[in-house]
């Protein structure tokens, strides 16, 4: 099999049809599109979402966190608490461990969650350290999104920039090739600082956001199809407005990856009404958030990128990653 996630057929015909709902408490669960499960504790919605780190041991305390608090956060929901799962080959160090909980509790602390548990085990069944994160958030029930509301016309963005959690992991993992200048590695770590994308997305839910996904494997597109076909809407996307840092297209262009379908957690696509849209991004200015319009909504299911010509973005990929880690 190739390495990477499940494509959508694969996961539709060999997992989601084990999936079931028999219990009341749970109102929904993970499905294309959506990264989370929700449910019902009364006054309040519990949230939960789970993501392994896999493709890097680069700042995989940092980004354990932040994976898994990002999808709780596009449901609105605010972190809550987390629990770590470390298995790490024989190999490793304790130094090594407490690096990683050294950056997890950071990250925390940032935030505003709790380590609430986890498990730390040595195991020969990989061969480099994994950190799968659980992420528990919460939302009171009159502030949970209505997906069903998203109407044409309505207005995607993305917030600050694609491929920022990309460039930082394959800057690490190709430094000898790329030769970074000295200022090009500090822009790459400030990036690096940015891949949380919670108060966007507290910001977002206080001005009537419909819809909001988070950007992780396989890139923008790969989002933007999952989103589409959640909503059973196409998108149609103005490739050149969508944000891209120069030092991420540099990386790019010297390793003949794609920027566009790299893994970019940092940056949240939004759907919002046009008035709401110019109300947040208004807000988001004032909070030194970046937020782009890049296109809008309208009736079908798939994706047109229009540049100088126009490309139909029809199912996820392998992330582009996988080419180089």
Known sequence: MKIGKLTDEELKEHIFKYIFKSRSEVLKNSDIGID????????????LSIDPITGTNCGIGKLSVNISCNDVATE??????ILLSVLAPPTCELNDLEEIMIEASRECREIGLDIIGGHTEITDA??????TSTVVGKINKSMALKRNRVENRDVV???KYI??????????AKKDILNLSDNELKEIEEMANGISIVKEAMIARNFGVKFMHDITEGGVYGALWESSEFLKKKFIIKKDLIPLKEISNKI???LSLDPYRLISSGSLIMIFSQEDFEKFKSKCDEEDIKVTKIGYITDGNNIEVVSDEVEFITNTTVDELYKVV
């Open 126 to 131: 990989v061969n480099k350290v994994i950190v």
């Open 252 to 254: 790019c262009n010297k």
């Open 76 to 81: 609105g929901a605010e972190p809550v608490g």
């Open 36 to 47: 989370t499960a929700v449910l019902d504790l009364g006054d309040n919605l519990a949230v």
């Open 163 to 172: 491929a920022m959690e990309g460039s930082y992991i394959v800057a690490d």
């Open 157 to 159: 963005c993305v917030s």
